[in-house]
């Protein structure tokens, strides 16, 4: 029997900045070691459909592409698969050229078929020699008449080591026209349904996604399939929990596969993602990347780690992310052929086994905010490890326009992140982690950010007080964190248009020493600076004239913690650009929350191991549906449609 692994599909969308991802019939030339288009011949007249595409006579179109080159090292890492066809469907003259490359994106042709009139070509290849990395992929050269590619697949007779569907998992915070395009993009795509069991609609907003106009069309057509569930506001982790618990009532399926809500998904990475988990060697996490909605073709997370020292995520190769495809493409980036192994995959598209939940539990009761690495790492102690696939992704909603840093969201990133390292650092006292901790708390302080200074000793108060209280809080924090910037006059972003803001100097503008550096002081003229600036902060008071005006204005990205302490206030533009924030002196409350992050960050080291036993004893019990369960139903019960 054949099992078709992957589909060769072009875009839904006609958006031309699209096309990179899919189909690469540009010319490319190198200056100054860098990939240069010479020519771009690519058109969207060209796609025919879903998995057609003509060739223009006498031209040359490359396969290469995120979603339709095929990732040869990760099968061969992951799964028992070793022998793979490619089986090419066309109508015209032309020549059908079959290459792979290695783990440094070095080329080779592999095979090469010539082609007339209709006809099926297929090509036998081996997954035996991409251990270190490498795709495989086909081109497409036209004679004198056009070439119609009227479809591709990559296939293999083997079986897969389990043949569950999988259920959706969608959690959704009044983000109902975002939920409603995905439930359309959906229903529109039978080979993604044929392995997706349920889809969960976990809906904890005000503006429900079920009284959108399109929703009983939507509902109808997918029927059962559909399931929309209300429930209280427990955030990322409330609702991804839920869809885990669902699914375990699913004898049909094998997996979850948790997408966010603020998404436009790509549906044949659903159905690969599904076929992936159904062929590896044992249950794993099979993950997504996740491309910006915004700005279709940069792609922001490859593979993600978690550092031990700090105990801080990060992208495995930082400098080379965001990527723009149409900067330049596979052929052009060797790094993206290597095969990298990740710790985490965000949750935003992230398909988790079911044998992985039996065993370890549901989501850490985090809200937001490492509830996707917390769970990774306890599936990888585990023995399940997690894989973020190539040529598997969706476009998110990024973080370019947010800066989840300084609101009520600092309360979850700082609490999280500590509850993390107590479960799973194996770094005496986490390592560095609790002075990065301090550490971040000294620029805030130094930026005259203390609403998020207060949230973040908020929630080391409350991490110390033991396990116990991350379920007690979990509907509670977040609505107590939004409040408590009332009290913080920096948390107001002014955009009255008929208020025009200005400072006493102007704007002040810097100059970046190259692409993503800036002049931001190191090593010993580091610690001058800090010292410096904390005395200064601690003894001097603001002048008058600087607390009724600001004395400067930055843009966002000149507001780095090493020029805004230099002023006693500051205008800063917001991260959406929607407006300006404040941001001014205030040496009482700099000296109090300066002493209470001394205070909390030496009493947390001094109990760290006594409070990471707490919380590993505890853990099994957090995690546990039967202390899920009553989190679900409080207030206003559950609905099924």
């Known amino acids: 029997m054949v099992h078709v692994l992957q589909n060769v599909v072009f875009p839904l969308d006609r958006d031309p900045d699209l096309l ?39 031209h040359r179109t490359s396969f290469a592409t995120y979603f339709n080159a095929f990732p040869a090292s990760y099968w061969q890492h992951w799964t028992a698969v070793r022998r793979i066809r490619l089986s090419v469907r066309t109508a015209g003259p032309g020549t059908v050229f079959v290459y792979r490359s290695n783990g440094s994106g070095v080329a080779q ?13 297929h090509f036998d290849l081996e997954l035996t020699q991409f251990s270190d990395g490498g795709w495989l992929w086909f081109d497409i050269v036209a004679d004198a ?14 079986e897969p080591a389990r043949a569950g569907k999988a259920s959706l998992g969608i959690t959704t915070y009044n983000k ?36 959108r106009p399109e929703y009983p069309e939507i509902a109808a057509a997918l029927g059962e399939t559909l399931q929309t ?27 979850v596969q948790l997408l966010d809500d603020d998404v436009k998904i790509e549906p044949e990475s659903i159905r690969r993602s599904v076929t992936f988990g159904r062929y590896t060697t044992a249950p794993m996490i099979v993950g997504g990347h996740m491309f910006d909605l915004l700005d279709r073709p940069r792609l922001h997370a490859w593979a993600e ?49 079911k044998a992985a939940i039996e065993k370890v539990g549901l989501a850490l009761p985090a809200f937001i905010k490492w509830d996707d690495a917390e769970f990774a790492l306890r599936a990888r102690e585990a023995g399940f490890p997690t894989v973020s696939l190539p040529g598997v992704a969706l476009w998110h909603v990024s973080w370019v326009g947010k800066d989840d840093s300084i609101d009520w969201q600092a309360y979850f990133h700082a609490r999280n992140r500590i509850v993390a390292g107590l479960l799973h650092s194996s770094a005496p006292r986490g390592g560095t982690l609790l002075r990065h901790s301090k550490r971040v708390d000294l620029k805030h302080l130094m930026m005259m950010q203390y609403y998020p200074v207060e949230l973040r000793h908020r929630a080391l108060r409350d991490l110390l007080q033991g396990p116990r209280h991350m379920h007690r809080t979990l509907a509670t924090a977040m609505p107590a964190a939004r409040e408590l910037a009332r009290q913080f006059p920096e948390t107001v972003v002014h955009k009255d248009p008929d208020v025009v803001l200005h400072s006493r100097r102007g704007r002040q503008v810097f100059q970046r020493t190259r692409r ?41 990205e000149d507001a780095h913690w090493w ?72 207030q206003s019960g559950e609905e099924k449609k």
């Open 109 to 121: 042709r592999v095979d090469v078929a010539e082609v007339t009139g209709e006809a099926q070509t």
């Open 176 to 211: 109902a026209e975002y939920c409603i395009e995905t439930l359309d993009a959906l229903r529109n795509a039978p080979e993604a349904l044929e392995v997706i069991d349920r889809i969960f609609l976990v809906d904890q907003g005000t503006q429900r996604v079920q009284d």
């Open 516 to 556: 993503g550096t800036f002049d931001s002081p190191q090593g010993m003229r580091l610690r001058l600076f800090t010292a410096t600036t904390l005395v200064r902060h601690w003894l001097r008071k603001p002048d008058p004239r600087n607390l009724t005006t600001p004395e400067v204005e930055f843009g966002k």
């Open 305 to 353: 780690v978690v550092d031990e020292q700090p105990f801080m995520w990060r992208n495995l190769f930082q400098e080379e992310m965001p990527h723009d495809f149409r900067e330049a493409n596979l052929r052009q980036s060797p790094t993206l052929h290597m095969r990298m192994d990740a710790d985490y995959n965000g949750w935003w598209m992230c398909l988790i086994p």
């Open 229 to 255: 569930i209300v429930q209280p506001n427990l955030g990322g982790s409330g609702g991804f929990a839920r869809s885990m618990l669902e699914t375990m009532r699913r004898e049909e399926s094998d997996f």
């Open 563 to 634: 020029r805004v302490p230099l002023f006693d206030s500051a205008l800063v533009s917001a991260a959406d650009g929607s407006g300006k924030n404040i941001y001014i002196r205030d040496r009482a409350r700099f000296r109090r929350l300066l002493r209470d992050s001394v205070r909390l960050h030496r009493r947390l080291r001094r109990v760290w191991p006594e409070l990471a036993a707490q919380y590993r004893a505890a853990l099994p019990d957090l995690v546990s549906p039967a202390a899920w369960e009553p989190q679900f139903t409080p």
């Open 20 to 58: 990179p991802l899919y189909v690469d019939a540009d010319t490319w030339s190198v200056i100054d070691e860098k990939p240069v288009r010479v020519s771009n011949r690519a058109h969207l007249s060209d796609v025919r459909g879903r998995g057609s595409m003509r060739v223009r006579a006498a």
């Open 145 to 158: 008449e056009d070439v119609l590619l009227e479809g591709a697949q990559w296939s293999t007779e083997q």
